[in-house]
């Protein structure tokens, strides 16, 4: 069994150890830790009563609050596991991820798509409860799940443990703990949100939620200067925009951590120039290692290294294996990136073949070693530090966001009138940011066929908006009389993106036929 506790037990132990320090903060709101745990015990009370326990997976559907932290953390006291769900996921997204989770109710205010589930929602002060010993759940027990872009068309779900958010405790305390303040601004179903707030909060530090679901530069700067915020998780593109808009909204910082997409050396010198007391910290981890796998302190050298930014060391109780197959690669030498671990996620839920795929268990150093395999190329070089080399298949980071063109793809196939699609991704160079846009090619049925629609790309657009969450709707929609093929009879993709006019129309590409 893991001796990792699981992250309700940490918070409750911080909030007997100091129950009078702050541990959320919001525009409204200053909650402390005895507060918090107090209210996450009686919102826990309440959920038993109505049958929530150990195994269930709950959908959290709320404002971003301290309300929202207490009643996490009292579905976590009953047992049970959470997942938080992005307030903007249209309405078939959320019913793909009711039917995945079955859960015996869904926590929101909102109407409940297709009345699948019963719903409830916290209703003033959260019940005075007496302080009774939580389940007995472990570090490996389900604490929440991420859905992420899959390739069969639909969300994968990613269940993770608690001993996956509660391994960080020791690499955050670089930047939290008591003292420090930990800005939460991730959406809510991103890992990202479990590392600036529980991350914050099992190591005695203080989570101050921002106003708003998009962080710009002046709502950075009003956390530094209004709250006190000296630490803050920014994804690799939000971090070039603001090296590009705005550097001094960083000042304030101590600590800057950021993921999500590879770094820009370029993006970064400009922070640290302006800067030079500033630690950013590069992190790289997919959602099956929760948070982070590796992370790098970037020093100006890096910057100008030939390779670029390095992805760093594995943090605690985390080991990176670079491989061919099952065996190891040399130093140096590029291979698939592996992880094991206690970050390792549960697997995926409702797909165990996938989940034997992608979590298989092999033999490293003669020891049956249960690892992930995340489908990343790189190497570690002589001293054991970590690099990216690229992808081995089509999937995508934009914005923080995992992104697999299947997914898009076959949410186009199903709309009437779409005969066939291939999505295409771009880098963007015109803001200066780097970042990479996604552009979606498509044929109609021709006319006289039963399901032909005059379907252009505004009203393709409307069509996947309302399928799929914002950050999979493609930045470009452009219509084909045909695809143009490589010699082996595959979609040609770079030729299709030729098609698109430089600097491509912002919303939707002409109608240019191949």
């Not at 998780?233 to 950021?258: H, K, M, Q, Y």
């Not at 050396?265 to 800067?275: F, I, K, M, Q, T």
């Not at 930045?475 to 030729?495: C, E, I, M, W, Y």
């Amino acid at each position: 069994m893991n001796d990792l506790p699981p992250i309700h037990a940490e918070v409750a132990r911080r909030a007997a150890a100091t129950p009078d320090a702050l541990a959320v903060v919001t525009p409204h709101e200053r909650v402390g830790y005895a507060e918090l745990d107090a209210a996450a015990d009686g919102w826990a009370a309440r959920l038993g009563e109505l049958g929530v326990g150990p195994g269930d997976l709950i959908p959290v559907d709320l404002p971003r609050s301290a309300e929202l932290v207490a009643v996490l953390l009292g579905v976590l006291k009953s047992g049970a596991g959470y997942a938080a769900l992005d307030r903007r996921w249209p309405p078939e997204r959320v019913r793909t991820v009711l039917e995945t989770l079955s859960p015996p109710l869904f926590i929101t205010r909102g109407p409940v798509p297709g009345a699948l589930v019963p719903s409830w929602a916290p209703d003033g002060e959260p019940p005075r409860a007496p302080r009774t010993p939580p389940p007995d759940v472990t570090g490996d027990a389900p604490a929440t799940v991420f859905f992420t872009s899959g390739t069969s068309g639909a969300p994968k779900a990613v269940v993770s443990p608690h001993r996956a958010t509660t391994r960080l405790a020791r690499d955050a305390r670089a930047w939290t703990g008591p003292g420090r303040s930990m800005a939460q601004t991730s959406p809510v179903s991103w890992d990202a949100f479990s590392l600036e707030v529980w991350g914050t909060l099992i190591t005695g530090g203080r989570c101050v939620i921002s106003d708003g679901d998009h962080l710009l530069p002046s709502g950075l700067r009003s956390l530094v200067r209004e709250f006190g915020v000296d630490a803050a998780f920014l994804t690799t593109s939000l971090l070039n925009l603001i090296a590009e808009e705005d550097p001094d909204s960083l000042r304030g910082l101590r600590t800057l951590v950021t993921g999500g997409e590879r770094m820009s050396a370029g993006h970064v010198r400009r922070c640290l120039e302006s800067h030079p007391g500033l630690e950013v910290i590069n992190g790289y981890g997919p959602v099956e290692s929760c948070v982070f796998a590796a992370t790098h302190p970037v020093e100006p050298d890096d910057c100008t290294a030939p390779d670029g930014v390095p992805l760093g060391t594995a943090v605690s109780r985390t080991g990176i294996h670079v491989l061919h197959g099952e065996e190891p690669a040399a130093p140096g030498e590029i291979g698939e990136i592996c992880l094991s671990g206690d970050g390792l996620a549960l697997g995926y839920l409702g797909d165990p073949e996938l989940t034997a795929a992608k979590f298989p268990t092999v033999r490293l150093a003669g020891s049956p070693t249960r690892i992930y395999r995340t489908g990343d190329r790189g190497l570690l070089d002589a001293r054991g530090v970590l690099h990216f080399r690229g992808r081995g298949d089509r999937q995508l980071k934009i914005a923080g966001h995992r992104v697999e063109p299947q997914e898009i793809e076959a949410a186009a196939r199903r709309i009437p009138g779409v005969r066939a699609c291939t999505v295409a991704a771009l880098r963007d160079t015109a803001d200066g940011t780097g970042g990479t846009r996604l552009a979606l090619f498509y044929t109609t049925e021709p006319p006289g066929a039963p399901e032909h629609r005059d379907l252009g790309p505004a009203a393709l657009r409307r069509e996947l908006a309302s399928r799929l969450p914002q950050h999979l709707v493609p930045h470009f929609l452009s219509p084909q009389q045909a695809f143009p093929l490589t010699p082996n009879g595959k979609v040609d993709r770079a030729a299709l993106l030729a098609l698109l006019p430089v600097p491509a129309a912002e919303g939707h590409a002409p109608n240019r036929s191949s």
